[in-house]
């Protein structure tokens, strides 16, 4: 085969892509991965989950420091920070992990190719890049090209003060006051990051709460921690109309619909993200789009049988790890396996303080399914590691469904909340009962101990609760 002819071309090398394309090697195929970025990771590596989780370190340590310390007996007078230096930090954990990617191509036999991929034929793209065009021809394909921020038409992204995750991400400067359309995820993350650090944070959110994909009690205990840590939020509300001058924005805005004119010197837009299929020629060579979204069979076959599409450009949620799974599945599909994904065991994480984390059905989705469903709910302030680490707040809900009383949901807020829930991704997996968990011998002190007692309190046998 000539270096221009592959067994498999992957286009997009964040999650989905890179895990696909290092999976396909790994099974014997001859790999190329296209990127139309000068880094590979895609957003989640470069501008995503990993640039905002290393600010919100830095920015939850600071405010530890600032608000925890003195409680937990450390004395440091006026506890102050280093923007640059934090910013200059994430950039290196991302010049690592892409770095880190890299490699791993390499060591793979993975072709990368730096260019923007569009397809001139069902076999055949047509790569530009910055030395000019170049033809790559395949048996197979992989759609990995992820999503981007949707824009408000009033607003239109500058990336400077008004600014999609990838802006805010990048500001130069901690701004005196920031609004926030859309309190969803990247909404509430962001938000937390500038708050902690001294700005005047308003988030405007349409529905009447935030991150509304989450089972309800931790979007109202999400609600009611941010607000008192100091963020505003203006529910049922709708931004209709900016004005810009400079870096002061005035935005009209109805609030329970009544119009107010709130100001800020950042504006983040983050109402949702939409699949990245333009501009591939998709339509072209009749590969079925769906307002945007391509449309994929339960093996990720496009209505072009040899083209496979992963990740956030089809159905399901905008996640990092459920592109990575399907990146590996499909990669397996493609050489002949029985290989697919779980959609009932992806969880769901928020990254604030106190963390968010979901896994299966909420609790209203079970019931609305007319699932027979005990619930289990216990607060980490019966915890005792939680108490020893003076961080109480939150608790741990799960739902058990059936005769068996099999775990088909599990909801935390609190700390560590983001590495707790990983427990149930094989309870759920593996259809545990609630018996099994609150019967397992779990460590002691251990934060842990909130989930067994949970299925306990859902049982009507735990020990720790009233
Ligand atoms: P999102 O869908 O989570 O939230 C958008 C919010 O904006 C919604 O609450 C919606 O009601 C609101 N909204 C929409 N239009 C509005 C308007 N005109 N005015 C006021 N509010 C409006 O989308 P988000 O936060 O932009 O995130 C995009 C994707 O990225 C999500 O699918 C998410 O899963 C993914 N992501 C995941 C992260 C994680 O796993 N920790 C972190 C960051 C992003």
Redesign the pocket.
């Given at each position: 085969m000539s270096d221009t002819k592959f067994d498999i071309v992957v286009i997009g090398s964040g999650p989905g892509g890179y895990v696909a394309a290092i999976r396909a090697a790994q099974l014997g195929f001859k790999v190329a991965c296209i990127e139309k970025e000068k880094t590979l990771g895609g957003t989640c590596l470069n501008v995503?989950?990993i640039p905002?989780k290393s600010l919100l370190h830095s920015s939850e340590s600071y405010s530890w420091l600032k608000h925890e310390a003195e409680q937990n007996g450390i004395l440091c007078q006026k506890p102050s920070f280093d923007f640059d230096k934090m910013q200059s930090n994430k950039e290196e954990v991302v010049k690592g992990l892409t770095q880190g990617v890299a490699s791993l191509f390499k060591h793979n036999n993975i072709t990368a190719i730096q260019g923007k991929a569009k397809f001139v034929s069902t076999h055949m793209l047509e790569v530009t890049s910055k030395d000019g065009k170049s033809i790559i021809e395949a048996t197979n394909f992989i759609l990995a090209t992820g999503s981007e921020?949707i824009p408000?038409p009033f607003l239109p992204f500058d990336e400077k003060t008004i600014v999609s995750s990838t802006g805010a991400l990048a500001l130069k400067n901690v701004p005196k006051k920031l609004l926030v359309?859309?309190?969803?995820?990247?909404?509430v993350?962001l938000a937390s990051v500038y708050n902690r650090l001294g700005s005047e944070v308003t988030i405007?959110?349409?529905?009447d709460q935030i991150c509304?994909g989450m089972d309800d009690a931790i979007s109202k205990g999400l609600l009611q921690s941010l607000k008192k840590q100091g963020i505003t939020f203006h529910l049922k509300?709708?931004?209709t109309e900016a004005k810009v001058k400079k870096e002061k924005i005035q935005l009209k805005v109805l609030i329970e619909d009544k119009s107010q004119t709130v100001e800020g010197n950042v504006v983040l837009v983050?109402?949702?993200?939409r699949p990245y299929s333009f501009g591939l020629g998709l339509e072209e060579i009749n590969v079925k789009l769906e307002k945007g979204v391509v449309v994929v069979d339960n093996n990720f076959r496009t209505t072009q049988k040899h083209i496979f599409a992963i990740g956030d450009l089809i159905d399901g949620?905008?996640?990092a790890h459920k592109a990575s799974e399907e990146g590996y599945a499909v990669a397996e599909i493609i050489a002949g396996k029985n290989t697919a994904v779980n959609y009932l065991a992806i969880p769901?994480?928020?990254?604030t303080h106190p963390e968010g984390a979901s896994i299966g059905l909420t609790e209203k989705e079970a019931r609305s399914k007319n699932l027979d469903i005990v619930v289990g709910n216990v607060s980490f302030r019966g915890n005792s590691r939680a108490r020893c680490n003076l961080d109480t707040e939150g608790f741990v809900k799960v739902i058990g469904a059936g005769p068996k009383r099999h775990l088909v949901g599990m909801h935390i807020m609190g700390a560590q909340a983001s590495e707790l829930i990983n427990s149930a991704v094989v309870a759920i997996e593996k259809q545990t009962t609630l018996h099994e968990i609150a019967t397992s011998l779990i460590g002691h002190p251990t934060l842990s101990e909130s989930i067994k007692e949970a299925c306990g309190a859902a049982l009507k046998c735990a020990v720790h609760s009233l």
């Open positions: 995503g989950c905002s921020p408000l359309i859309g309190g969803g995820v990247i909404g993350e405007i959110e349409m529905l509304a509300s709708k931004a983050a109402v949702g993200r949620p905008m996640l769901n994480i928020i990254y």
